[in-house]
């Protein structure tokens, strides 16, 4: 019997189990649930040979799942799952209610500021606040387009004071190929709004002053040791005992807080994707349960009940769950974990 003459369903199983033939040593072969299913030798060079599969596999609408079953390793081809298109209305009318939220937070803050009319203060803050939340979602976006993962624009969320934003989110519509692509999408985001971070308050600083006395309407903040470090390299002006911020350096904190938010541990948040990488599911569970009652420590409730949803639902991982982190992503592990020591602020004062 010729291949043309056999059933669609056959055929196209055919094809899967020579593409898969050729990257892998097929020790078993069959077709579970409607579900064509191979259980692989792993090798050296197994994460270079999933990724060949996997983009030849993409092409046919299907994507291949790489589990360790038992003490087997299991290969499992599944059609790819519809991908409904975003609406990009929704992310504009998002993004200019947060620039209008972080507008008319960055006034009610230029107040005390004589130099300049409190609308010059709340476009630099509104700017400042848009770069470092812009530039840590616009990094996932970057990381989700480098390794194929299908994923929205970034939905700005906006706010009321004290801080004018909840930040912003990427809905990530496809799985990661495996965990040094999900490592990327997890750790991107944390990285490029730290650095971003550190510049707008080296200039927020700048533009403060040193004082003896403080407002009548100003409160005090305790911040991050990253901020202590850079006022301490960058110093702002005036003489006193009193720090008294800037509208773009109160922007710096905001973004100290937001990475060091991300990088809790737990559920989607960017910290649990690189926990799930490094740690695996359970210990990121963990985790995560820890970092709720830390939350609620430091008087952070409202972060602790939406860590709490979070944490509900497991984590997918990636398409290759099998192949191990590379060591260069492991190294920057350690500095993420340096990055998050840094911007550990108390919230309570919020």
């Known amino acids: 019997m010729s291949m043309e003459s056999l059933p669609p369903q056959i055929m196209q199983y055919q094809q899967i189990h020579n593409l898969v033939q050729a990257e892998f040593t097929i020790e078993e072969a069959f077709i579970e649930h409607d579900v064509p299913t191979f259980f692989v030798t792993l090798q050296p ?56 939220t972080l507008f008319a937070t ?37 990381a989700s387009n480098r390794h194929g993962v299908e994923a929205s624009y970034p939905y700005f969320i906006p706010g009321l004071p004290p801080l004018g934003t909840f930040g912003a989110v990427i809905q990530q519509k496809s799985l990661a190929p495996n965990r040094d692509a999900l490592f990327d999408l997890g750790m991107s985001g944390p990285v490029t709004g730290f650095i971003v971070t550190i ?73 649990g994707h690189v926990a799930r990488v490094l740690l695996g599911e359970k210990a990121r569970t963990i985790l995560g349960y820890i970092a709720i009652l830390a939350l609620i420590v430091i008087g952070a409730w409202l972060m602790a009940i939406l860590v709490f949803f979070f944490i509900r639902y497991p984590h997918p991982g990636s398409l290759d769950d099998v192949s191990p982190l590379s060591m260069s992503r492991k190294l920057v592990a350690i500095a993420l974990i340096a990055i998050f020591v840094l911007t550990v602020a108390p919230l309570i004062t919020l």
Do not use: C
């Not at 270079?48 to 087997?72: H, S, V």
């Not at 004589?114 to 509104?126: L, S, V």
């Not at 309407?217 to 720090?243: H, K, R, W, Y």
């Open 45 to 100: 060079n197994s994460k270079q040979a999933f990724l060949r599969l996997y983009k030849q596999l993409n092409a046919m609408g299907l994507a291949p799942f790489f589990r360790k079953r038992d003490d087997k390793y299991e290969l499992r081809i599944l059609p790819k799952p519809l991908v409904k298109p975003s609406r990009t209305t929704t992310n504009i009318a998002l993004f200019l209610a947060t620039i209008g």
């Open 199 to 271: 510049f707008v308050t080296i200039m927020g600083l700048q533009l403060s002053q040193l004082t003896f006395t403080l407002p009548e309407n100003a409160s005090p903040l305790q911040v991050p040791l990253l901020f202590d470090l850079i006022s301490a390299i960058f110093p702002p002006i005036g003489q006193g005992t009193i720090l008294l911020l800037h509208p773009v350096a109160y922007a710096g904190y905001i973004g100290m807080l937001v990475t060091m938010l991300n990088l809790l541990p737990a559920g989607q948040l960017d910290g």
């Open 106 to 142: 960055g006034y009610l803050l230029s107040l005390n500021w004589t130099q300049y009319h409190p609308i010059i203060g709340a476009a630099m803050f509104a700017a400042a606040v848009m770069a470092i939340i812009g530039a840590h979602e616009m990094a996932h976006k970057l």
